[in-house]
T-cell receptor
Framework: DTGVSQNPRHKITKRGQNVTFRCDPI?????LYWYRQTLGQGPEFLTY????????KSRLLSDRFSAERPKGSFSTLEIQRTEQGDSAMYLC?????????????FGPGTRLTVL | DAKTTQPPSMDCAEGRAANLPCNHS???????VYWYRQIHSQGPQYIIH???NNETNEMASLIITEDRKSSTLILPHATLRDTAVYYC????????????FGDGTTLTVKP
């Protein structure tokens, strides 16, 4: 049973550097979501894709953030010119398109620390 | 999506049932109640969801009141490994897009 996978699991970077995270969803899940979680808070929605199309973006997703899902399979989230405030856990989730419910399943997350 | 209200923390003795409440008084007729939990430093884990009938799976039971304004997640025999933050979310069934998480309930199971 292959769940959602995320790489890397941990990333430490210096302020001003660019970072890229990858998410591999559960096979045949059409929808892929990105969330961010800071310490002590629940996950906050960033963006989601249905196949290749990016259907919604949160106001949290500043112009330094970009997400892609070029072939409708894996996705990448890039943060340019990182700031200390970007330090957080970045979570990916996927869901199938079903007629009744499309439950989201989460990956283990990528923890970003910006020094 | 409707907002939910959960107590910030609860304790439970190991082996006893843990009953976690959630209020969702503004839930719409097409919104489901979902429960997730998050063990420290891991991604949220799906537990169970329901619309209006009570639901049970291998992890937990979900009791939804008749007016659907509140629900209770029941872990029948809590173990130390059930210590986690539990999130109650309401969300339409399909084509829902994002989930809106609150701060959840921190459940501590004590020996």
């Amino acid at each position: 049973d292959t769940g959602v996978s995320q790489n890397p699991r941990h990333k430490i970077t210096k302020r001003g550097q660019n970072v890229t995270f990858r998410c591999d969803p559960i096979s045949e899940h059409n929808r892929l979501y990105w969330y961010r979680q800071t310490l002590g808070q629940g996950p906050e929605f960033l963006t989601y894709f249905q196949n290749e199309a990016q259907l919604e973006k949160s106001r949290l997703l500043s112009d330094r953030f970009s997400a892609e899902r070029p072939k409708g399979s894996f996705s990448t989230l890039e943060i340019q010119r990182t700031e200390q405030g970007d330090s957080a856990m970045y979570l990916c989730a996927s869901s199938p398109i079903r007629t009744i419910t499309d439950t989201q399943y989460f990956g283990p997350g990528t923890r970003l620390t910006v020094l | 999506d409707a907002k939910t209200t959960q107590p910030p923390s609860m304790d439970c003795a190991e082996g006893r049932a843990a009953n976690l409440p959630c209020n969702h008084s503004t839930i719409s007729g097409n919104e489901y109640v979902y429960w997730y939990r998050q063990i420290h430093s891991q991604g949220p884990q799906y537990i169970i969801h329901g619309l209006k009938n009570n639901e049970t799976n291998e992890m937990a039971s979900l009791i939804i009141t008749e007016d659907r304004k509140s629900s209770t997640l029941i872990l029948p025999h809590a173990t130390l490994r059930d210590t986690a933050v539990y999130y109650c979310i309401v969300r339409v069934g399909t084509n829902a897009g994002k989930s809106t998480f609150g701060d959840g309930t921190t459940l501590t199971v004590k020996p």
